[in-house]
T-cell receptor
């Protein structure tokens, strides 16, 4: 079965700082990779996804992530965070083929100080 | 933008009681899911549902749980006899068709078992 690790439980940054949130997965086969964000009191929203092709994927709100197959990683980045990026960020995977269940990491709470 | 809606937002129940959590998936979606998140823990997959039957379920989804699509719009999760450890946030999700694997989530129902 696949598993997902997120290295940072809580990250605190000042506005305009750069962000990188780590995500590693363990699964030997093809995976689909996702980052979801949950703003306070709201539902999980998809930030970006990787299925195949260019390993650098761009998502909404200026976020991007890079899939590095050799490192089993899918780190999330943003060059300059804003106060409104304060939220919880979840990395998730589905195994390739017919399996559809998302396996989530434990989440990273990002707090951006104004 | 279409949304997955869940009701109620908060459900309080006594141990041993039955609860039904309700979800209205996005209208043209064909795959439906339930996940849960116990406070402080990861979001965990419970069950997926397609073509009026369960397609995958986790070991959490035991005989106390059932899902149903009673009409063309609702998707429900029933817990027959709630236990204290069922207290969690329950998320419903839906996705549109084979291959996209993009699941859209509701805001969740917080279940508190007393």
């Amino acid at each position: 079965a696949q598993s997902v690790s997120q290295h940072n439980h809580h990250v605190i940054l000042s506005e305009a700082a750069s962000l990188e949130l780590g995500c590693n997965y363990s699964y030997g086969g093809t995976v689909n990779l996702f980052w979801y964000v949950q703003y306070p009191g709201q539902h999980l929203q998809l930030l970006l996804k990787y299925f195949s092709g260019d390993p650098l994927v761009k998502g909404i709100k200026g976020f991007e992530a890079e899939f590095i197959k050799s490192k089993f990683s899918f780190n999330l980045r943003k060059p300059s965070v804003q106060w409104s990026d304060t939220a919880e960020y979840f990395c998730a995977v589905t195994a390739g083929g017919s399996a559809r269940q998302l396996t989530f990491g434990s989440g990273t709470q990002l707090t951006v100080l104004p | 933008e279409p949304e997955v809606t869940q009701t109620p937002s908060h459900q309080v129940t006594q141990m041993g009681q039955e609860v039904i959590l309700r979800c209205v998936p996005i209208s043209n979606h064909l795959y439906f899911y339930w996940y849960r998140q116990i406070l402080g823990q990861k979001v965990e997959f419970l069950v997926s549902f397609y073509n009026n039957e369960i397609s995958e379920k986790s070991e959490i989804f035991d005989d106390q749980f059932s899902v149903e699509r009673p009409d063309g719009s609702n998707f429900t999760l029933k817990i027959r006899s709630t236990k204290l450890e069922d207290s969690a946030m329950y998320f419903c999700a839906s996705s549109d068709r084979t291959g996209t694997d993009i699941q859209y989530f509701g805001a969740g129902t917080r279940l508190s078992v007393l």
